[in-house]
């Protein structure tokens, strides 16, 4: 049972432009969430997260959506830029701290 | 500042044989550790997770299991593998009470 989709295996982006990432989950426990970026052949790296009492939480390029009553939450890069390029996995918790991933997407930013 | 170990990076191991997968974190203390697999192609599937030493709880049934000797390692096993077990394994870890998980560089596994 997939509780949280990424259903954009892939974007492609130019560089300098905003890069958008969707998710969308089923479970209205889940109260944390986050963004990891993987390269490939490593793991994931823990980029940013929001609580469910908040709807945006903003690190530098990276932005991050929350809307409770979608089920919804997006991530925003402004601006992209080549080294963005990765599979980017929402994940979410409930209050146990067991993640539950999505199936990752993958973004390629364009010179 | 903390960081997490895993090796091998790479192992090719035939069906049948045993496995065993080692993670360590440093520089912090009790923390959570867990295991995740991730099969070509597929988001992070959670394998085990663990709050102390001994204390080991499985999510999906398998032929995988886990084991925590000691505080900051965690090992991965397999008395059998078999071919479906090929993948790419992630071991994290979590400050106690905290959600983010940190991950190490992970182990490709290639079960033929």
């Known amino acids: 049972d997939q509780q949280v989709k990424q259903n954009s295996p892939s974007l492609s982006v130019q560089e300098g432009r905003i890069s958008i990432l969707n998710c969308d989950y089923t479970n209205s426990m889940f109260d944390y969430f986050l963004w990891y970026k993987k390269y490939p052949a490593e793991g994931p790296t823990f980029l940013i997260s929001?609580?469910?009492?908040?709807d945006k939480n903003e690190d530098g390029r990276f932005t991050v959506f929350l809307n409770k009553s979608a089920k919804h939450l997006s991530l925003h890069i402004v601006p992209s830029q080549p080294g963005d390029s990765a599979v980017y996995f929402c994940a979410a918790s409930r209050d146990d701290y067991k993640l539950s991933f999505g199936a990752g997407t993958t973004v390629t930013v364009r010179a | 500042s903390q960081t997490i170990h895993q090796w091998p990076a790479t192992l090719v191991q035939p069906v049948g044989s045993p496995l065993s997968l080692e993670c360590t974190v440093e520089?912090?203390?009790?923390?959570?550790l867990y295991w995740y697999r991730q099969a070509a192609g597929r988001g992070l599937q959670l394998l085990f997770y663990s709050v102390g030493i001994g204390q080991i709880s499985s999510e999906v049934p398998q032929n995988l299991s886990a084991s925590r000797p000691q505080d900051r390692q965690f090992i991965l096993s397999s008395k059998k593998l078999l071919l479906s077990d090929s993948g790419f394994y992630l071991c994290?870890?979590?400050?106690?009470?905290?959600?983010?998980?940190?991950f190490g560089p992970g182990t490709r596994l290639l079960v033929l």
């Open positions: 994290a870890w979590s400050v106690r009470g905290l959600e983010t998980q940190y």
């Open positions: 929001i609580s469910s009492i908040k």
């Open positions: 520089g912090t203390s009790n923390p959570n």
